[in-house]
């Protein structure tokens, strides 16, 4: 795959010396992007820096993506391969190309992340009193101890299921751990069976007792801060004589499947939307193998076994130098040892907002930014509680996407139901992954009394939008909350987002013909103050690109600074090149992956790429435009992508006060374009190179800078 590396850079000048823009090598690949991402969140778990359960928790999030990953991205490139009709990406490759490139990133990365597991957290884990033992070595009293547990509790579940002539191979669930056991038969010879664990009933990591008998200096309890703990399927494995009795076992190996979980619904086909998914949530359940995990120790015979079974090509078996399935490591982070963790803060509440009876008054007399998890979320629940049951409050509207599974939000809009506001929610029954929490929650809130509206047809409604309608002296008075993350306390504490109240007039029109464009008919192409998707998001943020390039050639002072979560529009891209080749100073702050090469001499030398990976997961999306020392900042819900300028309905809008939009750029954006610390920055070939501060420089770790300094963005506080 020549796409990165030497030479990418050959080829992109047209015949005049022009630059071709759509030269495939001015980009770099989303799957590789997307794969580089997992590399830097496993450095994070190599970090030393960081608590041992916090890096524990990195290295889980890592499996868990790349379980996605292959979910989505790679299931989406066999269906294209398959079925021989794909458009192809900006950088040019085929499904084909793609992958082989991915086969070759993921070598590296999986291999680097056994070892992480094997060299490093494992034993130090060990140190800080959190083991993980093997059945076979635990002492002769624990190990009865473990057996009566498996008896009792575990036996009873699991249904070993043989295949041979007379028995089918089972169907394997996607993400389901399960052992591959080679079995003798006294009398009729060698066979195979499959035992699985049901995920929903058991840990992945089983605790030990903390005092059995004889051995508390090996087992101490968990007062004193020890945890000690096997796998489910090294127990499972050590007790096969109780499942398979008066047989001989021979081995057993784990192993996993990894679905496609792409689900397609087909709305035009679908007379009820909420039954449609419904429905394709079974199919995902039941989509077709892109990968089989398993141990490096399992016998070429045995693999090719199962990969038989499945229908999977070779190049889609993983074989694993660590346990599989880490994401369940997560459970470790549950563990109440403080001293391995983040030091806990407590966010931070505006002092005009604090202990607020009546929140609508500050909005109505200026703007309100805060800063999520730094800011508390509190005050938005406390928002929608207040409105809930104001008598002057009309009806409240809201969008949402992905919802918490105890969430404040819901138990407010029933409140309201129940207080007589009129309450529409337009929940996304489409959100990947959520869709099940999401109808449950719609269900919820139909039995309430809320009109509740599944989304728009052929579009994902992402916006973040919450308005409150009020009868005031001077008249209807809207409020209305806008945000760069989801309605969603939980993830409110752990995601960096931006939510912005205002009671700005034109916004709040605007937020009124959108929820109408949502939950009715409506053919609106014109808002006032909201860019909005797929109306005039791409067609507002490409002006503003141009515009800047316009006043570089004028008078040489062209700026852009973006943040967002991925760069992959290749309108976008192109724009940012054009910008680059006209002067402007472009810095892009990237979580994940970015299409846009950086660097190329003549192409894109004025623009620097760097992605932060830290505590926090980087979500906000602010776009900043110098416009000739009058900046303009835009807000909201989407990234560069075409899918949110084509296919979701997101919403951009303009920070109006000039105090928020100064500290917007000074406070939060600028700090995270100058971390030295936690920062990358993408190479022109595409690999990325930690950031570190020059000789005598400053060490900034923007997110801790961000906790110290928390509150410093707010006006008058």
């Known amino acids: 795959m020549p796409r990165t590396g030497e030479g990418a850079q050959e080829g992109i000048r047209g015949p005049a010396g022009d630059v071709d823009l759509d030269d495939p090598k001015l980009f770099i690949n989303r799957e590789i992007g997307w794969l580089q991402f997992n590399e830097r969140v496993v450095e994070e778990a190599e970090d030393t820096t960081h608590p041992l359960l916090e890096r524990v928790k990195f290295f889980a999030i890592c499996g868990s993506n790349l ?20 458009k192809a990406p900006p950088d040019g490759m085929t499904p084909g190309e793609q992958l082989d490139a991915i086969q070759r990133q993921l070598e590296p990365l999986l291999a680097r992340y056994a070892r992480c597991w094997e060299q490093d957290l494992l034993p130090a884990l060990h140190r800080a009193g959190v083991r993980i033992h093997r059945c076979a070595d635990l002492p002769k009293e624990t190990r009865e101890e473990m057996r009566r547990h498996f008896r009792e509790e575990i036996f009873p579940v699991l249904t070993p299921l043989a295949f041979d002539a007379t028995h089918p191979f089972p169907f394997i669930s996607g993400l389901s751990l399960n052992l591959a056991v080679v079995i003798r038969h006294p009398k009729r010879g060698q066979f195979f069976a499959r035992v699985k664990f049901p995920r929903a009933q058991f840990p992945r990591l089983v605790r030990i007792p903390s005092r059995t008998s004889g051995h508390e200096q090996e087992f101490p309890a968990a007062d004193a801060g020890g945890a000690d703990y096997v796998f489910i399927e090294d127990l499972v494995a050590s007790h096969l004589d109780l499942l398979f009795p008066g047989m001989e076992i021979l081995a057993a190996y784990p192993f996993r499947v990894t679905r496609d979980a792409d689900i397609e619904i087909r709305e035009d086909e679908a007379s009820d939307l909420m039954t449609a998914i419904e429905e394709s949530m079974e199919m995902r359940r039941t989509g077709s193998p892109v990968r089989l995990e398993v141990g490096r120790a399992v016998p070429d015979g045995i693999c090719d076994m199962l990969a038989g079974k499945l229908a999977l090509p070779l190049y889609l078996v993983t074989r694993a130098d660590c346990p599989i399935g880490m994401a369940d490591l997560m459970e470790l982070t549950s563990l109440p040892r403080p001293d391995l963790k983040d030091r806990p803060f407590l966010p931070a509440v505006p002092p005009f907002l604090a202990g607020r009876q009546d929140i609508f008054p500050v909005i109505r007399d200026r703007d309100v930014m805060l800063y999520h998890p730094y800011d508390s979320f509190v005050p938005f629940i406390d928002f929608l509680q207040q409105a809930a049951r104001d008598p002057r409050v009309l009806a409240i509207k809201i969008t949402l996407y992905r919802i918490d599974n105890d969430s404040p939000i819901v138990a407010a809009l029933i409140d309201a139901r129940e207080h007589g506001k009129q309450v529409a929610a337009v929940i996304e029954l489409k959100a ?111 002006s503003r690109i141009d515009r800047e390039i316009a006043r570089q050639r004028t008078h040489g002072d062209g700026s852009i600074a973006i943040k967002v979560n991925a760069l992959e529009d290749q309108e976008c891209i192109q724009a940012l090149y054009r910008a680059s080749m006209a002067g402007v100073r472009v810095d892009l702050n990237v979580r994940g992956f970015c299409c846009l090469r950086p660097g190329i001499p003549g192409v894109s030398d004025r623009i620097r790429v760097t992605s932060t990976v830290d505590r926090f997961l980087e979500h906000a999306r602010i776009y900043a435009f110098h416009n000739g020392g009058n900046p303009e900042v835009l807000l909201g819900s989407a990234d560069m992508r075409p899918r949110n300028f084509d296919r979701r309905v997101e919403t951009l809008f303009s920070v109006q006060d000039p105090a928020i939009r100064d500290a917007l750029v000074r406070h939060i954006l600028q700090v995270h374009l100058r971390d030295t610390v936690k920062a990358r920055e993408l190479q022109p070939d595409g690999s990325y190179r930690r950031v570190v501060p020059e000789s005598g420089g400053e060490r900034i770790r923007s997110q801790q800078w961000l906790i110290d300094h928390r509150g410093c963005w707010q006006r008058g506080s």
């Open 432 to 542: 990947r992954f959520d869709e099940q929490r999401n109808i449950q929650w719609a269900k919820a809130l139909e039995r309430a009394g809320v009109h509740v509206v599944y989304g728009v047809s052929g579009l994902k409604v992402h916006a973040k939008v919450c308005m409150v309608v009020r009868r005031e002296e001077d008249g209807i008075r809207r409020y209305v909350h806008l945000s760069t993350g989801n309605y969603n306390a939980v993830t409110a504490r752990i995601y960096g987002d931006i939510g912005y109240f205002t009671a700005d007039p034109l916004i709040g029109e605007d937020a009124s013909d959108l929820f109408n464009a949502l939950t009715g008919f409506s053919l609106q192409e014109e808002y006032r103050k909201l860019m909005v998707a797929p109306v005039n998001l791409r067609r507002e943020v490409l």
């Open 67 to 86: 379980d996605e990953f292959f979910m989505v991205r790679v299931s989406g490139l066999r269906r294209q391969l398959i079925g021989g009709v794909a």
